[in-house]
């Protein structure tokens, strides 16, 4: 039942990014292109003996994952955000040509004329087309609502269907609904603002100043095992000993960078959008960011220790 459920609102974004395509077909591919692809890089690793972690490649497959399932969503939000920043514009205008005689029809088709090529404008006509094969307005702007999934637009419509049934004056009741908006906007924009120094500090903390420090961590193990093992005669075994515990903590290392990635991640969307699923958006930048310090600081500091190049 949870998995349906998951299903069925993954299926919404789907729809709200105007993505024609089922939501298990698009999981299927996204995880076939993942698994192909992470494979591919654990070969690539081996083979060629990069001086990389093969769990490099479940890296590789998360952030292929998140790419592939999170671009719908990031469409999704970036089409609801653009619909919500030219509310305020288009109830203005509605109103005004309310308060000079015209209709609403009219409103929207000067909507779909103004605003061409934009996600309200498309909106705008779908209303319009509804209107005219017979829709009251009602239905028309639920139908608007259902088809935009942002908590503002279905309140706004909630507002202004329960002014039209209580005989309010429509034109008068977009201009306070615009205006109400435009400020709710503003707040957003404002929280973005002050806590744009916190996401700053996140990001340098999380996705690189700790990868760059265990990228130094990694490398001088390495400088110490080789130094020791060349200044006092150490068995075979020892030395397999040693490199065995270089490893569990360089996966260590690499597991807590992913794991901090990922909070990182959670607490950026908390304060700049309020949602925490909203970590998609940052999580396969930061982790590419995070690997690459870390593996740039490795190899750049084994370039001085160890002579390699």
């Given at each position: 039942m949870m998995f349906m459920n998951i299903i069925k609102e993954y299926q919404a974004w789907l729809k709200q990014a105007q993505w024609n395509v089922s939501a298990v077909q698009w999981?299927?591919?996204?995880?076939?292109?993942?698994?192909?692809i992470s494979t591919a890089a654990y070969f690539v690793i081996t083979v060629?003996?990069?001086?990389?972690?093969?769990?490099?490649?479940l890296v590789v497959l998360f952030v292929v994952l998140d790419l592939m399932l999170g671009y719908p969503y990031f469409r999704a939000v970036r089409r609801i955000n653009s619909?919500?920043?030219d509310l305020p514009n288009a109830f203005k205008q509605i109103s005004d040509t309310l308060k000079a005689g015209g209709t609403f029809e009219f409103a929207l088709r000067e909507i779909s004329t103004s605003m061409e090529r934009t996600p309200l404008q498309e909106e705008a006509t779908e209303i319009l087309r509804k209107l005219e094969e017979g829709q009251n307005l009602e239905n028309a702007l639920k139908g608007f609502a259902e088809n935009v999934n942002s908590r503002l637009v279905k309140r706004t419509v909630n507002i202004i269907i329960d002014s039209i049934e209580s005989g309010a004056g429509l034109s008068d009741v977009l201009d306070k609904i615009a205006d109400d908006v435009r400020e709710t906007h503003k707040i957003v924009k404002e929280r973005k603002a002050t806590t744009l120094m916190q996401v700053?500090?996140?990001v340098a903390a999380g996705a690189i100043v700790a990868p760059f420090i265990f990228g130094l961590v990694s490398t001088i193990i390495d400088f110490l095992i080789i130094s020791t093992s060349?200044?006092?005669?150490?068995?075979a075994e020892q030395i397999a000993t040693a490199k065995n515990a270089r490893d569990t903590i360089v996966n260590l290392l690499q597991s807590y960078i992913f794991i901090e990635v990922l909070a990182c991640s959670a607490m950026i969307a908390v304060m700049r959008e309020g949602r925490p699923v909203k970590?998609?958006?940052?999580?396969?930048i930061l982790l590419l960011i995070a690997f690459l310090i870390y593996y740039a600081s490795s190899l750049a500091i084994a370039g001085l220790l160890l002579g390699r190049h």
């Open positions: 999981i299927i591919l996204s995880a076939f292109l993942g698994i192909a060629s003996k990069l001086p990389i972690s093969p769990l490099m490649a619909i919500e920043e700053l500090f996140l060349q200044g006092i005669r150490l068995t970590s998609v958006l940052y999580i396969p």
